[in-house]
């Protein structure tokens, strides 16, 4: 069982930057892939970043790709999302994601089986 909270969003202008974390409970974090979604209003929940158990490997989704960068500490169980040059289109409740498969869900493009999930954090960005 893996239990995941996100860090604060927060109301950020275009153009800033806010660090998103999430710590993970457990003690085999190393053995899940992570990642990062994000959900606007009226919209459905789109993936933003992945990256694999040792960190070594990441994928991002094109609209994002650029401005923001995934990472991790497994020694301190948590994984973190840097979000560079905000757009108001970055306005969305962000959640993190965690599955030893996660990787291979980015493939396919299919979500529906991750494991485990955050409860989410307001990231709102003003024009």
């Known amino acids: 069982q893996v239990q995941l909270v996100e860090s604060a969003g927060g109301l950020v202008q275009a153009g800033g930057s806010l660090r998103l974390s999430c710590a993970a409970s457990g003690r085999t974090f190393s053995s899940y892939a992570l990642g990062w979604f994000r959900q606007a209003p009226g919209k459905e929940r789109e993936f933003v970043a992945s990256i694999s158990r040792s960190g070594g490997s990441t994928y991002y989704a094109d609209s994002v790709k650029g401005r923001f960068t995934i990472s991790r500490d497994n020694a301190k169980n948590t994984v973190f999302l840097q979000l560079n040059s905000l757009k108001p289109e970055d306005t969305a409740v962000y959640y993190c994601?965690?599955?030893?498969?996660?990787?291979?869900?980015?493939?396919?493009?299919?979500?529906?089986?991750?494991?485990?999930w955050g409860q989410g954090t307001q990231v709102t960005v003003s024009s």
């Open positions: 994601a965690a599955d030893p498969e996660f990787q291979l869900y980015v493939v396919l493009q299919t979500w529906a089986n991750i494991d485990y």
